[in-house]
């Protein structure tokens, strides 16, 4: 599988700070880009979250990946209805993938995936939740992955 990066720039963001922002059209499911960083174990991954508070850690299925000190990645910021999504191919390598077509300068975003996040999200399915319940907002369809199936 041949990686090619797409042409990529940083600028200010109306989500958060700075953001990823992609000069050319992309279609779904085409790679973005590869994302590099530093392979740490599980213990260190815990560490640094708690520690330094270090929220680029990836999971390739089989490692963590720290890509605090890559450039680019870093800035991609959250939504809940993101644009990409990362993947890992058969050798274990990050890749930021398309989750639909993309226009060219658009921000490009991904789902975070942890809990604190939905808290300080201002993306436009929070929002409508935010006015919507002031009772129960606990529900949180995208953390699917945190029930895990006991017993068999
Ligand atoms: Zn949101």
Same mark, same amino acid.
């Given at each position: 599988?041949?990686?090619?990066? =797409? ?11 700075? %953001?990823?922002?992609?000069?050319? *059209? ?15 174990? %599980?213990? @260190? $991954?815990?560490?640094? *979250? ?13 490692? &963590? ?9 870093? &800035? ?23 989750? =639909? ?5 658009? !921000? ?5 995936? &942890? ?5 300080? $999200? ?8 935010? @006015?919507?319940?002031?009772? %129960?907002? !606990? *529900? ?10 006991? %017993?068999?």
């Amino acid at each position: 599988m041949q990686h090619y990066r =797409r042409h990529l720039f940083v600028k200010e963001s109306p989500i958060e700070g700075k %953001g990823l922002y992609c000069a050319s *059209e992309v279609k779904e499911d085409k790679i973005i880009m590869k994302i590099e960083g530093e392979i740490i174990s %599980g213990e @260190e $991954c815990e560490r640094r *979250e708690n520690e330094e508070n270090n929220v680029y850690i990836f999971w390739n299925g089989d490692e &963590y990946v720290d890509v605090k000190h890559t450039e680019d990645i870093k &800035y991609i910021n959250h939504n809940c209805d993101p644009n990409c999504y990362v993947d890992a191919d058969k050798k274990g390598n990050l890749l930021l993938v398309a989750a =639909r077509d993309i226009k060219s300068g658009e !921000e490009l975003t991904i789902d975070y995936g &942890y809990d604190e996040i939905y808290d300080i $999200c201002s993306c436009d399915i929070c929002s409508t939740e935010e @006015e919507d319940g002031e009772v %129960g907002k !606990e *529900e949180k369809p995208l953390n699917e992955n945190k029930k895990k199936e006991t %017993g068999i």
